[in-house]
């Protein structure tokens, strides 16, 4: 038999009184329910990493209760560290795909042949052989390949270079004497903001050699983590607790100031800091970018 509708079972809830109809009601939300939690989910890219994003944080969320505990054990603070994500900005939109483009060409010609009263006849004249490609060239670049939008530095593979992946935004990375990759990054100091010491965080690696434009004082997530028992000795806490804030990049590029602290660097694509960052960190570093 096929299931009654909504409006049915809500009449048939009314006619059976008060408490009747409140409960039928309750019924039909505990069945929406269970239909909801049985249908299946997305399985395309975005929502496993997504997924993948929410099980990190979970994960770190049930560890950090653990790490307290063990914080106060040992006697050592926490090291609280801000790292500031310089972002340089898409300077090329990326090409339309296939579909986008014969949606455009069937918008354009819809309203050639069915609009055409829109505009006076001296301002836009139409004809028979108009043709999207030819009158409105802006909209619709046939002629621009992909290949066209690469650089000799997107050929080269040189990650030091700006001039690459010019249709996707670049971060500034950094790669220290231990051998590991991060953001520019400073420790707080007692009395000073979080967009402060990471503003010093990254003048101390580059010094004014990059002007930047900060995305607000509010850092977008933060990471823990623990030392080795050595180092926590020469450090003198236990951990970092590292804040992430933003900013845009307006001009300038890498002078490096501290080469005996810094080793390499590389503007790198969301996709490529998992190429360099831990695949917890990079999980996180995705859900905030």
């Known amino acids: ?15 059976a009184g008060g408490g009747g109809w409140r409960n039928r009601w309750k019924e039909l939300a505990r069945i929406k329910a269970k239909q909801a939690k049985n249908r299946k989910a997305p399985r395309g890219r975005k929502f496993r990493q997504s997924l993948l994003a929410e099980s990190v944080i979970a994960a770190r969320d049930v560890a950090l209760p653990h790490d ?3 914080q106060e054990q040992s006697g050592l603070p926490w090291r609280t560290v801000a790292s500031i994500m310089v972002m340089r900005d898409p300077q090329l939109l990326e090409l339309p795909e296939q579909w986008e483009i014969d949606w455009q060409k069937l918008s354009f010609k819809l309203d050639r042949d069915y609009r055409r009263r829109r505009y006076p006849e001296d301002v836009l004249e139409y004809t028979e052989d108009m043709e999207p490609e030819k009158n409105m060239p802006f909209l619709f670049p046939f002629n621009v390949t992909p290949e066209q939008q690469l650089t000799d530095a997107d050929k080269r593979g040189d990650t030091k270079s700006l001039q690459r992946a010019l249709t996707k935004p670049l971060y500034l990375i950094f790669k220290g004497k231990s051998g590991a990759w991060q953001f520019p990054q400073a420790t707080h100091q007692d009395g000073e903001e979080i967009r402060a010491t990471a503003s010093r965080a990254l003048g101390t690696v580059v010094g ?3 002007r930047t434009h900060p ?8 990471w823990w983590y623990a030392y080795p028992e050595k180092r926590q000795q020469k450090m003198k806490a236990y951990g970092a607790k590292v804040f992430y804030l933003r900013a845009t990049h ?7 100031r501290i080469p005996d602290r810094v080793v390499d660097y590389a503007w790198v694509t969301p996709e490529e800091l998992k190429d360099y960052f ?8 995705k859900h905030i970018l």
């Open 68 to 70: 307290i505990e063990k």
């Open 278 to 285: 831990e695949e917890d960190l990079y999980a996180y570093l």
């Open 1 to 15: 038999a096929a299931p009654a509708s909504v409006g049915a079972v809500r009449a048939l809830a009314k006619s």
């Open 208 to 210: 004014n050699s990059i």
């Open 215 to 222: 995305g607000g004082n509010f850092p977008l997530g933060y």
């Open 250 to 256: 307006l001009s300038g590029d890498v002078d490096i």
